[in-house]
């Protein structure tokens, strides 16, 4: 989480969707940055009202707006997928190194005790208050990020350069048609945000 005073603006760090790059870029124009580990870099909204905002309410001035990414959800499985395939996990109970794409969106799905590998959240966490709804003021696609940077960069009033960072290695993340269906309908309500969030600044 990143916090600009003059300009207002509070951006979440949804995991998976760019953070550490837009973490590298602004962190210096931050006034207040929340990173490295990830309980405290990635706070989500809820966290931020409840804990975050009361610290800011004494400075006074317009309210801050909040500006967070979301990604289409089936690529955002397929990334945390390749993300604890990686090296440098082989051996963890977190790891997927040894398990297919189809056994982990299908352990992803199951209810009560998943594999721990499995034991993801939804994007949607990330942006509900405390009243369980949508209520970040600004969300883009993560396949918009020009968009986001262009907003970013007409906000704190600088040019923005992203550079690739975090990134997973390859795998095989091919779904039957029967799973992907099954994973898509499952996820419908995070497409429907997805859908809903802006790909214009």
Do not use: C
Request: no cysteine; glycine share 4%; net charge positive.
């Amino acid at each position: 989480m990143l916090i600009f005073l003059k300009p207002r603006l509070v951006l979440l760090s949804v995991p998976k969707t760019g953070t550490t790059a837009l973490e590298e870029a602004l962190s210096p124009q931050a006034e207040i940055a929340f990173r490295s580990r990830p309980e405290i870099k990635h706070l989500n909204l809820r966290q931020y009202l409840n804990r975050i905002r009361p610290l800011l309410n004494p400075l006074g001035g317009p309210e801050f707006e909040t500006v967070a990414v979301v990604r289409e959800p089936l690529d955002w499985l397929r990334s945390w997928y390749r993300f604890r395939a990686r090296d440098g996990l082989i051996g963890h109970a977190n790891s997927t190194a040894h398990v297919s794409f189809e056994a982990f969106a299908a352990d992803y799905l199951r209810p009560g005790n998943r594999p721990e590998y499995a034991r993801l959240g939804r994007q949607s966490e990330f942006l509900i208050d405390n009243d369980g709804a949508i209520a970040v003021d600004h969300v883009f696609r993560y396949e918009a990020m020009p968009a986001l940077v262009e907003f970013l960069s007409q906000r704190l009033g600088t040019r923005i350069a992203l550079r690739r960072r975090n990134v997973s290695p390859q795998a095989t993340t091919d779904l039957p048609p029967a799973a992907e269906a099954r994973l898509r309908e499952a996820l419908a309500p995070e497409y429907a945000i997805w859908q809903a969030a802006r790909q214009v600044p």
